[in-house]
């Protein structure tokens, strides 16, 4: 079975600080992973994704994450946040089991941008 | 490109109560998800349809939820009867994931938002 943890449930950063998201996965097979975004009242919004392809993925409005097989990581970053970027966060791990693509949540961690 | 469409957008009912919600996912996705957000928490999956099959429904509360997915379209999720602990919002996805291989992005619905009094 896999499963995602996201260190730290609520995260303050100053406007123009970088913002550092973490997420580590556990998976007995390769992985895909996602970082989605959700606004208030809203659905999930897909932010980036991992599909083996390259290890850095650039994502919408500046984000990045790097996968680390050795460390078995996911974080998200961006150089200078923003107040727009106020959400919830969630990282989710998919992988391929008995015919279909099962995705697993993290339980999300809520970005405050400070001006 | 039209969305994952859901509706109501909101719902207030009493405990044992019924309600149902409406998904219509998007065009051509051959996958269709139900997930339960409690406030505060991740989404969780209920209910996952390969077309109109079923592929996993090992969380759903079988004793009083129940899904369909009419001719591997549009989808129903029913509560019978509600609970106060089935407040949350209810996410209905869908994915283009016709070979199961995984890493197909899933597209999200506004969420119904469900209060049990």
């Known amino acids: 079975a896999q499963s995602v943890t996201q260190l730290g449930s609520h995260v303050s950063v100053s406007e123009g600080a970088l913002v550092l998201l973490r997420c580590n996965y556990s998976s007995s097979v390769p992985p895909y992973l996602f970082w989605y975004v959700q606004y208030p009242n809203q659905g999930l919004q897909l932010l980036l994704k991992?599909?083996?392809?390259?290890?850095l993925v650039k994502g919408i409005n500046g984000f990045e994450a790097e996968f680390k097989k050795s460390e078995t990581s996911f974080h998200l970053t961006k150089p200078s946040a923003h107040m727009s970027d106020a959400a919830e966060y969630f990282c989710?791990?998919?992988?391929?089991?008995?015919?279909?693509?099962?995705?697993?949540f993290g339980t999300g961690t809520k970005l405050q941008v400070i001006p | 490109e039209a969305g994952v469409a859901q509706s109501p957008r909101y719902k207030i009912i009493e405990k044992r109560q019924s309600v149902a919600f409406w998904c219509n996912p998007i065009?051509?996705?051959?996958?269709l998800y139900w997930y339960q957000q409690i406030l505060g928490q991740g989404p969780k999956l209920l209910i996952q349809?390969?077309?109109?099959?079923?592929?996993?429904d090992s969380q759903l509360p079988k004793d009083r939820f129940s899904a369909e997915r009419l001719k591997g379209v549009d989808s129903t999720l029913k509560i019978q009867p509600a609970k106060l602990e089935d407040s949350a919002v209810y996410l209905c996805?869908?994915?283009?994931?016709?070979?199961?291989?995984?890493?197909?992005?899933?597209?999200f619905g506004s969420g119904t938002q469900l209060s049990v009094l």
């Open positions: 991992y599909t083996s392809a390259a290890t």
């Open positions: 996805a869908s994915s283009l994931d016709l070979s199961g291989r995984g890493g197909t992005t899933v597209f």
């Open positions: 989710a791990v998919s992988v391929h089991s008995g015919g279909y693509q099962k995705v697993t």
């Open positions: 065009s051509g996705h051959a996958t």
């Open positions: 349809f390969q077309n109109n099959g079923v592929v996993d």
